[in-house]
Each structure stands twice: as structure tokens, then as C-alpha cells.
């Protein structure tokens, strides 16, 4: 049975930083992409970013490009989140999800492409 955690999440203010990880177990995290999402009240769960297997792709939805950076530490199991430059539009429930396929060479931003998902934390930003 895989399991995804997530935690770092919080209240900050605009303008500054969090850092999500999600620790992976149950299966080889390394052989699989991870990706973030992020739900906010009254909306769909939308993608945030992903990154492949060996880490050597990212891939980032328009609206964090160049804010947040996705990155993983196969040794550790675990998937991290950088956000900069938090804006209030940020403000949602943030999921890591493990990618269906194994070794894929491309990361995908749908939701049917994962089929593992954390419980979400929640990050909250005050303007």
C-alpha cells in the first residue's frame, strides 16, 4: 500500500515562503514522476507542478512559473514544494500524487496520470 504525507504547510503572509515535503512509502519512489496539486474552496483540483522519476524534468503550471520550484530526494523518499513569493491566490490545500506509470519519461499535469494521493496540507496566505 503506498502512502503519501504531506506537512510544511501554514499561515504566511504575502510575499513570503513555504516549503512543502511529501514522504513517500509502500512501493520504489524512484521509479515513479511526483507531482503537486492544489484545491481551493469552490474550485476543482488544479496541477501545480511535476517532476519525473530521476528528477532531470519539472514541469509547472503558468500561474507558479518562476515562483515555486519542485524538487525530490530519492535517497529520502521525499518530494518537496519551494514556494516564493506567496500571493493569496496560493491559498488552498495542497496534494502530492505519485505518477501511474513507472519510469515514464515525460511528467504529466492530469489527474488520472496518478494514481496515489497524500491527504493534503493546508497553506493559507494573508494579504
Known amino acids: 500500500q503506498v502512502q503519501l504525507v504531506e506537512s510544511g504547510g501554514g499561515l504566511v503572509q504575502a510575499g513570503g515562503s513555504l516549503r512543502l515535503s511529501c514522504a513517500a512509502s509502500?512501493?520504489?519512489?524512484?521509479?515513479?514522476?511526483m507531482g503537486w496539486f492544489r484545491q481551493a474552496p469552490g474550485k476543482e483540483r488544479a496541477f501545480v507542478a511535476a517532476?519525473?522519476?530521476?528528477?532531470?524534468?519539472?514541469y509547472y503550471a503558468d500561474s507558479v512559473k518562476g515562483r515555486f520550484t519542485i524538487s525530490r530526494d530519492n535517497a529520502k523518499n521525499t518530494v518537496y514544494l519551494q514556494m516564493n513569493s506567496l500571493k493569496p491566490e496560493d491559498t488552498a490545500v495542497y496534494y502530492c500524487?505519485?505518477?501511474?506509470?513507472?519510469?515514464?519519461?515525460?511528467?504529466?499535469?492530469?489527474?488520472?496520470?496518478?494514481?496515489?494521493w497524500g491527504q493534503g496540507t493546508q497553506v493559507t496566505v494573508s494579504s
Open positions: 509502500g512501493r520504489t519512489f524512484s521509479y515513479y514522476a
Open positions: 517532476i519525473s522519476w530521476n528528477g532531470d524534468k519539472t
Open positions: 500524487a505519485a505518477d501511474r506509470f513507472r519510469l515514464r519519461t515525460v511528467v504529466g499535469a492530469g489527474l488520472d496520470e496518478y494514481d496515489y
